[in-house]
């Protein structure tokens, strides 16, 4: 069975940092592509960073380019999206996805998902 599990979340101060773990199993890293995702309220999930074994780390939104990054424990199965200087706008609750192992370049769609982890960046 395929599971995500996000932890990490909680209240952050603006400039403060998070890092968030996405712990799966049932699968390899060398099987899907691990995906940040989040969703603000009020408005649409969008992409944020992305990680595999064949592309390494895309950041899909310009936002977060040199304030947030991707790395693997392959030991532990869990990918960790660590958040710089973070801001309100960043507030969103956050999901990890499984998608095939070419969604960093822009093929394919999430298959599995986990249930979220808020972040709130107070100003």
């Known amino acids: 069975e395929v599971q995500l599990v996000e932890s990490g979340g909680g209240l952050v101060q603006a400039g403060g940092s998070l890092r968030l773990s996405c712990a799966f199993s049932g699968f390899t890293f060398d099987d899907f592509a691990i995906v940040w995702f989040r969703q603000a309220p009020g408005k649409e999930r969008e992409g944020v960073s992305c990680?595999?074994?064949?592309?390494?780390?895309?950041h899909f939104l310009d936002s977060v380019r040199g304030r947030f990054t991707m790395s693997s424990d392959n030991a532990k199965n869990t990918v960790y999206l660590q958040m710089n200087s973070l801001k309100p706008e960043d507030t969103a609750v956050y999901y990890c996805a499984a998608a095939p192992i070419y969604y960093c370049s822009g093929y394919g769609y999430p298959h599995y998902w986990g249930q979220g982890t808020q972040v709130t960046v107070s100003s």
């Open positions: 990680i595999s074994r064949s592309d390494g780390i895309t």
